[in-house]
């Protein structure tokens, strides 16, 4: 058994990998399933990368964004163009549910991992936390609304 320093669980030798040795001195100090985690953790640590890994994020953001509202992108509901207003929906909801069972923090890494699924749509916040919160957005009620006037 062997303890890891990263999750502090005591583990058997075989969850550990190799630096090189046969014996277990030569064992690395963190497990196989915190070895992402530590490796994360520790090129965050190093602000070159930090900046790296930023510019990285906001290009896939933006990528994502067009993928799924066009160039250049909008809420799919009313039509706000501002990139810090606008958010992934999922289009049928459950996606609380489905970041619980897909165990991810941030769906545009998720998205570009899985070849960018359907099912999903741009938003901006006011639009997606109404339609979360109400069911449907009020500018759908709006159009509801002028399609029965203009009728």
């Not at 509901?77 to 606008?86: A, K, P, V």
Request: hydrophobic share 25%; net charge positive.
């Amino acid at each position: 058994m062997r303890t890891c320093a990263f999750c502090k669980i005591s583990l058997p030798i075989g969850r550990f990998r190799s630096r090189g040795g046969s014996r277990s001195q030569h064992l690395r100090s963190y497990c196989r399933s915190c070895e992402p985690k530590y490796r994360r953790d520790r090129l965050l640590a190093n602000g070159k990368a930090r900046e790296t890994y930023k510019r990285w994020r906001v290009s896939l953001r933006m990528k994502t964004l067009r993928i799924y509202g066009g160039n250049p992108p909008s809420c799919a509901c009313c039509g706000e163009s501002e990139n810090h207003f606008l958010a992934i929906d999922h289009i049928n909801g459950g996606g609380n549910n489905h970041r619980k069972t897909e165990g991810y923090q941030d769906i545009f890494p998720w998205l570009s991992v899985n070849k960018f699924p359907l099912g999903f749509q741009v938003l901006c916040h006011n639009c997606n936390m109404a339609k979360g919160f109400y069911g449907r957005c009020p500018h759908e009620h709006q159009r509801i609304r002028l399609k029965a006037v203009s009728n």
